[in-house]
């Protein structure tokens, strides 16, 4: 798939995201985006309406294949975000808001060739003596890179936000279910809501799955299951006497205004706290973090339900 050169940062001016690489050669939409964006009716939505000249917001956003759509944002993600917020609830209950949630892929332009040049009928001494026929463009997902390297796609809660972050973007409305299989075809590790509005949400490589599968996420640092793994993991390391998980230090994201939320965020997830003997040398700490990192690399759960880690070693007490 093409990645439509994109300036804008998908962390709201908290990261360092690039867009794709605009040179990529372009592929076929995924098939779903491809039958959602031609039962919009080519140059007009599903009322016949023209897209020239038409806002995507307010009365005029009556956005395709979803029948009395107005382009506003899901009421129960908005709830969702406001108990985020609030702290009456959690990063899982805004994913799980998502998966019943229309959300809309911005889709736009790309061009793919330039058609073989013919003879000028008369001559042309200014500009040659050959035209070229039309330059063929394809429409083309948009994919941007996040601060660590990795591809994301982002995805809109409301046709407003969509517009404010690109005008020349066109809608495509579709489950947010729906997105993250777009994003697993493109090799996208995570969906980033609404860039460059109020709020930019980031959905993780799990949660990105979990919405694809139509599943439950659980967030890493939550999850008993994946505690006792990691606590299993230390057997034949006795020089670690527990393990602890907490919420890593890029859980948090933060609204354009500066307020911090508990969960949106794109930096590490999980800390895994590790309570270590006393007594050992800079080379024994070394050694028994390579060695635990090697054994949660080989771990199915670690490696289905992690999506980025940060480690820290604590004393044990006496």
Same mark, same amino acid.
Request: without cysteine; proline residues 7%; negative net charge.
């Given at each position: 798939?093409?990645?439509?050169?994109?300036?804008?940062?998908?962390?709201?001016?908290? $990261?360092?995201?690039? +867009?794709? %690489?605009?040179?990529?050669?372009? &592929?076929?939409?995924?098939?779903?985006?491809?039958?959602?964006?031609?039962?919009?009716? $080519?140059?007009?939505?599903?009322?016949?309406?023209?897209?020239?000249? &038409?806002?995507?917001?307010?009365?005029? +956003?009556?956005?395709?294949?979803?029948?009395?759509?107005?382009?506003?944002?899901?009421?129960?993600?908005?709830?969702?975000?406001?108990?985020?917020?609030?702290?009456?609830?959690?990063?899982?209950?805004?994913?799980?808001?998502?998966?019943?949630?229309?959300?809309?892929?911005?889709?736009?332009?790309?061009?793919?060739?330039?058609?073989?040049?013919?003879?000028?009928?008369?001559? %042309?001494?200014?500009? $040659?003596?050959?035209?070229?026929?039309?330059?063929?463009?394809?429409?083309?997902?948009?994919?941007?890179?996040?601060?660590?390297?990795?591809?994301?796609?982002?995805?809109?809660?409301?046709?407003?936000?969509?517009?404010?972050?690109?005008?020349?973007? &066109?809608?495509?409305?579709?489950?947010?279910?729906?997105?993250?299989?777009?994003?697993?075809?493109?090799?996208? =590790?995570?969906?980033?809501?609404?860039?460059?509005?109020?709020?930019?949400?980031?959905?993780?490589?799990? +949660?990105?799955?979990?919405?694809?599968?139509?599943?439950?996420?659980?967030?890493?640092?939550?999850?008993? =299951?994946? +505690?006792?793994?990691?606590?299993?993991?230390?057997?034949?390391?006795?020089?670690?006497?527990?393990?602890?998980?907490?919420?890593?230090?890029?859980?948090?994201?933060?609204?354009?205004?500066?307020?911090?939320?508990?969960? $949106?965020?794109?930096?590490?997830?999980?800390?895994?706290?590790?309570?270590?003997?006393?007594?050992?040398?800079?080379?024994?700490?070394?050694?028994?973090?390579?060695?635990? %990192?090697?054994?949660?690399?080989? %771990?199915?759960?670690?490696?289905?339900?992690?999506?980025?880690?940060?480690?820290?070693?604590? &004393?044990?007490?006496?």
């Amino acid at each position: 798939m093409a990645h439509a050169h994109e300036p804008h940062d998908p962390n709201n001016g908290h $990261g360092t995201a690039q +867009a794709g %690489n605009s040179a990529a050669p372009v &592929r076929h939409l995924p098939g779903h985006i491809a039958a959602a964006l031609a039962g919009a009716g $080519g140059a007009t939505d599903s009322a016949g309406q023209p897209w020239a000249g &038409r806002s995507l917001s307010g009365d005029a +956003a009556k956005i395709h294949n979803f029948q009395d759509d107005d382009g506003a944002a899901d009421a129960g993600y908005l709830a969702a975000v406001a108990g985020l917020a609030a702290g009456t609830g959690d990063e899982a209950a805004v994913v799980s808001a998502l998966a019943t949630a229309r959300v809309f892929v911005p889709i736009v332009a790309q061009l793919a060739e330039e058609g073989d040049a013919v003879p000028h009928p008369q001559g %042309n001494k200014l500009h $040659g003596d050959a035209l070229h026929s039309d330059k063929q463009a394809d429409m083309a997902l948009v994919t941007l890179k996040a601060p660590d390297g990795r591809t994301a796609m982002p995805v809109f809660t409301s046709a407003a936000s969509l517009e404010a972050w690109h005008k020349d973007a &066109r809608p495509v409305a579709v489950y947010a279910a729906r997105a993250a299989l777009s994003a697993v075809a493109e090799g996208a =590790e995570l969906l980033v809501l609404d860039p460059g509005s109020e709020l930019t949400f980031v959905v993780r490589r799990p +949660a990105v799955w979990a919405l694809a599968q139509q599943q439950p996420w659980t967030p890493s640092y939550t999850d008993p =299951e994946l +505690a006792r793994a990691l606590g299993d993991s230390t057997v034949g390391f006795p020089a670690v006497r527990r393990v602890e998980i907490h919420p890593g230090g890029g859980v948090a994201s933060a609204t354009a205004d500066g307020r911090r939320l508990p969960g $949106g965020g794109a930096g590490p997830e999980l800390r895994v706290v590790l309570y270590l003997e006393d007594g050992l040398d800079a080379a024994g700490v070394q050694s028994l973090v390579a060695g635990l %990192n090697d054994a949660w690399a080989r %771990n199915e759960i670690f490696a289905e339900r992690v999506d980025s880690i940060e480690v820290k070693l604590q &004393r044990a007490a006496p």
